[in-house]
């Protein structure tokens, strides 16, 4: 099943919350920073009463943005990153630990072989522009559930490379939407390996979420009870600046 905004708007179930963080408004208005607080809770109320696996919707090739933009950092200044870069990436791993059973270290041909999933997507960013491009990756439900969540881990925290303003760029995720079936952490974009630009080697495509949510330069996700200690405290790099964390679309 796929939803469109539109849909949901003439379904009614939408108040003024959603029409904000709408993309076509945005679109009209660059000037929109982030979302009201009050839309904060009516989208993740409109999500969690369609059900959790309702997905975004997707687009045909014919639809793809001939040059997706891309935005934040593009070039990691970090030297760990660009000791990877210099190696085409061939000493990259995947940590995943905190509160799992089974602490992973996953290469990137380990990635390419777990459940994948391809799609063809809008991306939004809150600066008021959006680009369509097609995403392949892990999907991050089956690859959790390789390292065994604890009872207790409530969120992943995914850690980037990149620094901005001294700041580590990081996400997090309800596990509810680590099981979202267009959940993945992505290595193929638009039918080639993701560019340094766009978040090489792993970013993170979470299809209900503006453009901020979509982590690059992935390098370790950690299941955690709380995310009160990592980073600022609020669940993410935006989030921190005073973003919404539920930031979705
Ligand atoms: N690690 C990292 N991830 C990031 C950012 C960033 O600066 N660093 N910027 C975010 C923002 S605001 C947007 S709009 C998208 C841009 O993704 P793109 O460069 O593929 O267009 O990445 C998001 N993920
Ligand atoms: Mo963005």
């Known amino acids: 099943m796929s939803l469109d905004r539109r849909r949901l708007l003439a379904s009614g179930v939408s108040l003024a919350g959603l029409a904000l963080t709408g993309c076509d408004r945005m679109e009209q208005n660059p000037n ?17 009463l369609l059900g959790p696996r ?3 919707r997707e687009f045909s090739r014919a639809d793809i943005t001939p040059d997706f933009r ?3 950092t593009i070039d990691p200044p970090d030297a760990d990153y660009k000791a990877l870069v210099a190696t085409n990436f061939a ?20 990635i390419r072989a777990l459940p994948a999933r391809t799609q063809i997507t809008r991306h939004d960013c809150v600066e008021g522009w959006s680009c369509i491009g097609e995403w392949a990756g892990a999907r991050m439900g089956p690859l959790m559930a390789m390292a065994g969540l604890e009872p207790e881990a409530r969120y992943i925290v995914l850690h980037c490379a990149d620094t901005l ?3 580590r760029y990081y996400e997090t995720l309800d596990r509810v939407d ?15 390996p993701l560019t340094v630009a766009h978040g090489a080697p792993l970013r993170l495509r979470a299809e209900r979420y503006l453009g901020y949510k979509q982590a690059k330069y992935v390098m370790r996700l950690e299941a955690v009870a709380s995310f009160a200690h990592i980073g600022g405290g609020h669940g993410g790099y935006w ?8 930031a979705g679309i």
Do not use: C, F, K
């Not at 680590?178 to 080639?192: C, K, W």
């Not at 989030?239 to 539920?246: A, C, L, P, S, V």
């Open 54 to 56: 309702v997905l975004a």
């Open 91 to 110: 000493g990259w791993t995947l940590t995943v630990d905190g509160l799992v059973q089974r602490p992973l270290a996953l290469t990137l041909d380990e």
């Open 32 to 48: 929109v920073v982030r979302p009201l607080s009050v839309a904060e809770d009516l989208n993740r109320g409109v999500q969690r």
């Open 165 to 167: 303003g001294g700041a």
């Open 70 to 72: 891309a935005n934040g």
């Open 178 to 192: 680590v099981d979202h079936p267009q959940t993945i952490l992505a290595y193929d974009m638009n039918g080639a």
């Open 239 to 246: 989030e921190d600046q005073g973003y919404d964390r539920y």
